[in-house]
C-alpha cells in the first residue's frame, strides 16, 4: 500500500521501486532528536522531515526542510569612497548642523550603500559597532 497523493500515479512495480528508492535515497524521514537527523544534514540530503512532540502545548508536530540555493550578493566598498562619505557627514552635522535623521543625503546612493556607511562612522557621528564572537547554535 503507498500514498498515491504524495507519489503521483504509478503504472509499475518498477516506478514504485524507483519511488522508494529515491525516498531512501534524498530523504531523511525520523526525529530531530536522533542522530540520523544531524547526520543527514552533513549529508546534505535534499528533504528532511522529522515528527516530534510539544509537551507544554501536548500536540504533536512535523517539520519539512527542502535543500534550495540561496542567492547572496557580495561586494566591496571603495576605501576612499567611504571616507568621503564619512567626510561629507562631517560637514554636513558639525558645520552645517543638520541634525534631521532622517535625511535624504543618508538614503540618496544606494550603489555605495550609504545609509549603512554613514551609520558605521565613528561615533558621536554614526553608531558603536558591536561584533560579537562566533556564536553556534546546537539543534539536537
Known amino acids: 500500500?503507498?500514498?498515491?497523493a504524495s507519489l503521483g500515479e504509478v503504472?509499475?512495480?518498477?516506478?514504485?521501486?524507483?519511488?522508494f528508492e529515491?525516498?531512501?535515497?534524498?530523504?531523511?524521514i525520523g526525529l530531530e532528536k536522533d542522530p540520523?537527523?544531524?547526520?543527514?544534514?552533513?549529508?546534505e540530503k535534499p528533504t528532511l522531515f522529522a515528527l516530534g512532540y510539544d509537551m507544554i502545548e501536548k500536540?504533536?508536530?512535523?517539520?519539512?526542510?527542502?535543500k534550495q540555493p540561496i542567492i547572496v550578493k557580495v561586494?566591496?566598498?571603495?576605501?576612499?569612497?567611504?571616507?568621503?562619505?564619512?567626510a561629507s557627514l562631517n560637514?554636513?552635522?558639525?558645520y552645517f548642523t543638520n541634525d534631521d535623521d532622517e535625511r535624504y543625503s543618508i538614503q540618496a546612493h544606494v550603489t555605495?550603500?550609504?545609509?549603512?556607511?554613514?551609520?558605521s562612522a565613528d561615533p558621536p557621528l554614526g553608531y558603536p559597532v558591536y561584533a560579537s564572537p562566533l556564536i553556534r547554535v546546537v539543534t539536537y
Not at 59 to 66: D, F, I, S
Open 112 to 119: 555605495l550603500l550609504r545609509n549603512l556607511t554613514v551609520q
Open 75 to 86: 561586494g566591496e566598498l571603495n576605501r576612499e569612497a567611504v571616507r568621503a562619505l564619512w
Open 11 to 19: 503504472t509499475d512495480y518498477a516506478e514504485l521501486q524507483q519511488y
Open 22 to 28: 529515491s525516498y531512501d535515497n534524498d530523504c531523511y
Open 36 to 43: 540520523g537527523w544531524s547526520e543527514a544534514i552533513l549529508q
Open 91 to 94: 560637514l554636513e552635522l558639525l
Open 1 to 4: 500500500m503507498y500514498d498515491q
Open 59 to 66: 500536540l504533536y508536530t512535523g517539520r519539512v526542510l527542502t
